[in-house]
């Protein structure tokens, strides 16, 4: 079973940096678009930002500035720079795509299980 895998994530001050990975844990014949969402305790898992295969970004208002969110398809990786870190971004951060293993099948969507970012204020 194909596994998108984060890593990257931590406790920093804020103020501070961090920046986010995404892989998928077996070579994939293509991955469309990609994404990077998070869920902080009690509230519902939200869109932080996006990029399709071409490079077009979308951001969530609250990180414009602050995050970027980039991508590698010689690699099938994608990363999210997070720079000014606030205590409100804490929260469990998920990677998402859509991904075609094979290139007999379809593009299928998929989570990656999670990773924490902390920010202390």
């Known amino acids: 079973q194909v596994q998108l895998v984060e890593s990257g994530g931590g406790l920093v001050q804020a103020g501070g940096t961090l920046r986010l990975s995404c892989a998928a844990s077996e070579t994939i014949f293509s991955i469309n678009t990609m994404g990077w969402y998070r869920q902080a305790p009690g509230k519902q898992r939200e869109l932080v930002a996006q990029?399709?295969?071409?490079?077009?970004?979308n951001y969530a208002d609250s990180v414009k500035g602050r995050f970027t969110i980039s991508r590698d398809n010689a690699k099938n990786t994608m990363h999210l720079q997070m720079n000014s870190l606030k205590p409100e971004d804490t929260a469990i951060y998920y990677c998402?795509?859509?991904?075609?293993?094979?290139?007999?099948?379809?593009?299928?969507?998929?989570w990656g299980q999670g990773i924490q970012v902390t920010v202390s204020s």
């Open positions: 998402n795509a859509d991904l075609m293993i094979r290139s007999y099948s379809s593009y299928n969507n998929y």
């Open positions: 990029i399709t295969y071409g490079g077009k970004t």
